[in-house]
């Protein structure tokens, strides 16, 4: 049993036993894990704010054999993006990017390409970049990456906003006046194309049709 450290993004936690948590992080080198933060709920843990959402991290675990879950030692952070909590739609977006990730990546299965569509996706938002085209940037990537892209029946605006995020990197898109309704179309049908490949309805997907 050797200690790995990978670079990774964390997904999301949840509470384990009285003082622990279970992690979903997204790593580099090998793909999605689950692992056991132990005393991460304490308030002197030595986990800190490496384990907030989507943070940036390198992390540190082993994992036995005969276990399932890996067990961490440590996320150090690399990048944080604490500052989107106070906005609250980019703190929506963050929540859409960690679930569809969660939700159509399979685990242990390396995926440079949604790691790196993560990380540009991050660094959009990070520099004031809009919600809505973070967003369906996002969305069209996520389902090119995974290779269930189809024929998208939107309009011809959409259509045309898809053919350049196809081939754009997403700091630079033509400028343009988004809001929520901009290319609303695609967005819903790439949402809707993400539930019915995975089987299951996005719980953010309902809180930003609300925003």
Not at 98 to 113: D, M, R
Not at 134 to 143: E, H, M, P, Q, R
Not at 190 to 200: A, C, G
Request: hydrophobic share 45%.
């Amino acid at each position: 049993m050797s200690i790995r450290a990978s670079e990774a993004i964390v997904l999301r936690t949840w509470p384990f036993r009285e003082a622990d948590l279970v992690v979903s992080f997204f790593t580099r080198d090998q793909g999605m894990l689950r692992g056991i933060a132990r005393r991460a709920r304490r308030p002197k843990s030595n986990f800190g704010a490496g384990l907030e959402r989507l943070a940036h991290v390198t992390a540190s675990y082993y994992q036995k054999e005969s276990r399932e879950l890996v067990s961490l030692n440590s996320c150090e952070i690399l990048q944080s993006w604490f500052a989107l909590a106070s906005n609250w739609e980019a703190s929506i977006a963050l929540d859409f990017l960690a679930e569809v990730s969660e939700q159509l990546l399979p685990p242990g299965e390396v995926n440079e390409k949604h790691f790196r569509l993560l990380l540009a996706v991050l660094g959009y938002l990070r520099d004031g970049g809009n919600v809505w085209p973070a967003v369906l940037y996002f969305a069209l990537w996520s389902v090119r990456i995974a290779g269930f892209l189809p024929e998208l029946p939107a309009s011809a605006q959409a259509q045309q906003i898809a053919r350049e995020m196809l081939v754009t990197p997403i700091a630079q898109l033509t400028p343009r006046e988004w809001s929520k309704q901009t290319a609303q179309d695609l967005r819903r049908f790439l949402i809707r194309t993400v539930e019915d490949h995975i089987e299951r309805k996005l719980r953010t997907a309902a809180v930003l049709e609300g925003l």
